[in-house]
């Protein structure tokens, strides 16, 4: 059941330059979608969020971009730093009577910053 | 900066037996998560719970499997009688709820021989 999908399963970008990490989704009930980073051994850390009633959302060197008609998103990285380096999931929930629905993740993207 | 926190970080069990792994998620949060990311695949959810009660769960979460907050801080995961497919890492998440983020926990690595 592949309803969130990345399809690069690693990218390399030099420091300095834009890193570009994509996500398509097929459910059309997802309306909130977020990114996490994860580094070996720790649990998924938030990044970036954004509802379906935007097409963009930024935070400091980090944007995200909606294209619901696509239903496709991005995540902006840059300037990108070796910090970055490490997997990014992209996970996507649709609004319930629950408040606070579950997250369907994608398989992530090994991002490597190369210096 | 509050976090969630998950004990013990490494579990190895026999097939068969049972184990409880446990979470303190952030304080004021209202609402719980574990999830599971089996070697290689991608994260998984398996179980939600508000008010004291399971909201949602997911196909993997079977009779085997069950959740419980017995005091103000603690949520534990049990599973009655694992599996070798039990395998995984395991996380707890919470969330203040809305459109909060779900923070999550370092995990829990279960091993199942």
């Known amino acids: 059941d592949q309803q969130v999908k990345q399809n690069s399963p690693s990218l390399s970008v030099q420091e300095g330059r834009i890193s570009i990490l994509n996500c398509d989704y097929t459910?059309?009930?997802?309306?909130?979608f977020l990114w996490y980073k994860k580094y070996p051994a720790e649990g998924p850390t938030f990044l970036i969020s954004i509802s379906s009633i935007k097409d963009k959302n930024e935070d400091g060197r980090f944007t995200v971009f909606l294209n619901k008609s696509a239903k496709h998103l991005s995540l902006h990285i840059v300037p990108s730093q070796p910090g970055d380096s490490a997997v990014y999931f992209c996970a996507a929930s649709a609004s319930g009577d629950f408040g606070n629905e579950k997250l369907t993740f994608g398989t992530g993207t090994r991002l490597t910053i190369i210096p | 900066e509050p976090e969630v926190t998950q004990t013990p970080s490494h579990q190895v069990t026999q097939m068969g037996q049972e184990v409880i792994l446990r979470c303190v998620p952030i304080?004021?949060?209202?609402?719980f998560y574990w999830y599971r990311q089996i070697l290689g695949q991608k994260v998984e959810f398996l179980v939600s719970f508000y008010n004291n009660e399971i909201s949602e769960k997911s196909e993997i979460f079977d009779d085997q499997f069950s959740v419980e907050r017995p005091d103000g801080s603690n949520f534990t995961l049990k599973i009655r009688s694992t599996k070798l497919e039990d395998s995984a890492m395991y996380f707890c998440?919470?969330?203040?709820?809305?459109?909060?983020?779900?923070?999550f926990g370092p995990g829990t690595r279960l091993t199942v021989l």
């Open positions: 998440a919470s969330s203040g709820g809305g459109f909060d983020e779900q923070f």
């Open positions: 304080s004021n949060h209202l609402y």
């Open positions: 459910n059309s009930m997802f309306d909130y």
